[in-house]
């Protein structure tokens, strides 16, 4: 008895692979093909990419402080934080917001903007 359960029950395992494998596998390509539509639109409506100086931050903590408050400004479209490096790397359509509400938000997160370059 057992020893003829051994290959039906393998059979099935394979075919649960191969399940899964095509199951993994579409998402993954709709991820890439709808990443790669993102940046074609977000070139298109000419974002730009503001590399902030921010004093005072010393951890983690205020890495989310600051990554929170420029998030909710209208027309943030990414932000990056590194409390080592004391920067904020903020994507934003210059339509929709201006670099003074970007610094204003990590002002109202308890920073200091230093300095600001845009690229
Ligand atoms: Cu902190």
Redesign the pocket.
Known sequence: MYTNAKPIKRAVLGSMAVASLSLLAAPAFAYTAGNNQSTQQEQAKGEKVANVSIKG???????NKVKEGVSKVKGVSDVKVS?EQGTAVVKYDPKKTSLPEIQKAIAASGFEVVSTKVN
């Open positions: 931050m010393t951890c983690n903590v205020c890495e409390h």
